[in-house]
Each structure stands twice: as structure tokens, then as C-alpha cells.
């Protein structure tokens, strides 16, 4: 059984940092691809960062240039580095894995930044 667990989140002040790690059991294959999504109160999900095996990367606009994701493929684990935060990240953060044609979810880590 395939199973994604996050971890890091929590209430950060804006301009402040949080490292979300997710690591992924049970996958026998190689993940192809291992993704960060959220979901804000009332908004639809959407794409925050994404890599490949291989080391591509992909970021959506509202976070470029401040997160920054990466994995340790030896232990199905994927990172999520996320500096000068602001009210506007505040969401639920998901966890993502493709391997063999399957994709995988995490039940989420809540991020909250306020003052």
C-alpha cells in the first residue's frame, strides 16, 4: 500500500520560512515525478512546484524565486523549502507521486502565515 506523509507545516509570520518534507512509502518503482500542491479556503487546488526523477524542476509564478523544491530519490522523500512567506501561502500543502502510471496523494499539511 502506497502511502505519502507531510510533515513541516505550521503558523510562520510573513517574510518567515518553512521546510515541508513529504516521504513516500510503498512504492516499489521509482517515483517519475513528486509534486507540491495547495488548496487556500475557497479556492481550487493548484500546482505549487514540481521534479522530476531527473532533477527538473517546475515552480508556478507566485513562488518563484522563493521556494525551492528537491528529493532524495535513494529514500522517496521530496522537500519543499519555503522562504519570505506571505498571508497569500496560506493553504493546505499536498503531497504528489507518480510512479508506474499511478499518482499518489498525502492527506496534507496545513500552513497558516499571519501575524
Known amino acids: 500500500q502506497v502511502q505519502l506523509v507531510e510533515s513541516g507545516g505550521g503558523l510562520v509570520q510573513p517574510g518567515g520560512s518553512l521546510r515541508l518534507s513529504c516521504v513516500a512509502s510503498?512504492?516499489?518503482?521509482?517515483?517519475?515525478?513528486m509534486a507540491w500542491y495547495r488548496q487556500a479556503p475557497g479556492k481550487q487546488r493548484e500546482l505549487v512546484a514540481s521534479?522530476?526523477?531527473?532533477?527538473?524542476?517546475y515552480y508556478a509564478d507566485s513562488v518563484k524565486g522563493r521556494f525551492t523544491i528537491s528529493r532524495d530519490n535513494a529514500k522517496n522523500t521530496v522537500f519543499l523549502q519555503m522562504n519570505s512567506l506571505e498571508p497569500e501561502d496560506t493553504a493546505t500543502y499536498s503531497c504528489?507521486?507518480?510512479?508506474?502510471?499511478?499518482?499518489?496523494w498525502g492527506k496534507g499539511t496545513l500552513v497558516t502565515v499571519s501575524l
Open positions: 521534479i522530476m526523477h531527473g532533477g527538473i524542476t
Open positions: 510503498g512504492i516499489i518503482f521509482r517515483a517519475d515525478a
Open positions: 504528489n507521486a507518480v510512479s508506474g502510471g499511478m499518482s499518489y
